[in-house]
DNA sequence: AATTAATTTTAGACAAAACTAAAAAATTGT
DNA sequence: ACAATTTTTTAGTTTTGTCTAAAATTAATT
C-alpha cells in the first residue's frame, strides 16, 4: 500500500459513514483536494486490487479488506494524537496534521509497543474511538453537554468555541480536557446545567453547555 | 525535499567522511541499492536545488545548505533511535529500519518536543553523536574495549558479535548497553582487561574486549 | 419529454523516480 | 602509449499519481 492509497482508503471510510453508503467521487476529490479525474484513476486501481467495489457511475464502498485497511490506519492515527497530547504535550487541537504522517509509519512491531506504552488507550485526544488489532472498536458517542439527559457521564474531549475567551474560561473553572463530568441537574427555565468536576459541583450556563463535548464511554 | 531526495543527501553525507572526500556516483549507487543512472539524474536535481556540488565524472559533494539538510534528517533519526529503545523497549538492533520512515516525518514542533521528552540525549542507542538544531554535535568516538589505555571511561554502545551466546554472557556479568565502563588495568600477558562495572569490578578476556564497543564520551 | 445542468469518466499530457541499453569519459595494465 | 576495463553519463522507457479538456452519463427543471 503506498501512502496515496491508504489516504483514499481512510477518506472513503470516513465519508461512507461507517461503510453504509456508497462515496461519491466528487466527494471524495474535495475532501482530498485533488480532481474527480485523479479520483475516478485511483479508484480502478483499488478496485483492480479488490479494496473497493467499484461500478462506474454508482459512487465506490469500501470492500472487507478495504474496511480492515482503513481501520489499521485509523488506529495508527489515533494512537500516535495519543502519543503526542499524553506524552509530548501537544495540545489536542494540533496533532491532527502530524499524526496524519505518522499513521502511515509501517511497523506492526511500533504499534504494538506504542500501544503498551500509552496503556491500551480505547479512545483518542478527539473522544473519537480506537480500533484494536483486529479492526474492532467501541462505537461511541461524542455529544454537546446540553444534549444529555441527568445522570449522564462522560469525558470532556472537546470544544466547539477554540476561542481564547473560552478555553481561559474553562481553565478559571478547572475544566480541562480528559475530565470526568455527570450530569446532575437541568435547569428548565435557562437551560442550565449543573455537572459534577474534580473540585466539587458547578452550574454552567447553556452557551457553555453547548460548546462543550462529553465521550460517552459505552459500558461494556 | 522529497523522501527519496533526502535518502540521497544522507547516503552522501555518511559516504563523504564528514563531507571531507566528493562521492563516487556507484557508491552511492550500491549503498542506495538503486542504479548508477538514476544516482546520476538525482544528483543533477540535487545540484539545481543547490544541494550538492557536482561536475561531469568528477563525483559529487554535499554544499554547507546540504550538510545542514543531512545533519537535520540523522538528528531525527538519531532522537527517534532514543525513543524507540528508551520508551518503547525496544533492542538497540532493531530499531535502524523502523527510524529509517520515521526521520522523514515534517514538524520541527514533534523532534523539539520529542528530544525535551527524551532528556535533550546526546548520543543515539548506538553510540553515534545527535546533532543539535544548528547541526552541531560533538564528534564522539566509539572504540573497542581492547583499544583504549588505562583510565578511560565510556558508555557500552554496541557488540561486535551478536550472537546470543555472547548476549547472555554479558547478561550473566551484568554488563548491559548504556552501562558505564572504565578500564582500570590491562593485562600485558594475555591482553585481559579489568574494568569497572555497577556492581564491582571485573576481569574480562581480550576476546570479550574485543566485541565490547565504549562510547567515549568527549568531556566539552 | 426534452432541455439544461451537474457529475463522472475518458483521453492525452506531465513530473518524479526508477529502469535498460548504449555511448562517452576516466582509469588501469602492459 | 594505447588497448582493455571500469565508471559515469545519455537516451529512451516505465510506473505512479496528478492534471486539463472533452465526452459520456445521470440528475434536475421546465
Ligand atoms: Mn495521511
Ligand atoms: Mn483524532
Ligand atoms: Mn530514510
Ligand atoms: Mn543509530
Known sequence: MTLSEEDYIKTIYHLSDFNSKSVATNAIAEQMNTKPSSVTDMVKKLSEKSLV???KYQGVLLSEKGRLVALSIIRKHRLWEVFLVDKLNFSWDEVHVVAEQLEHIKSD??????????????????????????????????????????GSQGVCVGVNDSSAAFLKFLDKNKIALGDTFKVLEIEEFDGSVTISTRSGSIRISKQIATNLFLEIVDEE
Open 53 to 55: 467495489n467499484y461500478k
Open 109 to 150: 512491531a511500533l504499534i504494538d509497543k506504542l500501544d503498551a506504552h500509552l496503556g491500551y488507550p480505547k479512545v483518542d485526544p478527539h473522544g473519537d474511538p480506537i480500533p484494536n488489532k483486529d479492526g474492532v472498536f467501541t462505537k461511541s458517542v461524542k455529544k454537546l453537554i446540553s444534549e444529555l439527559p441527568v
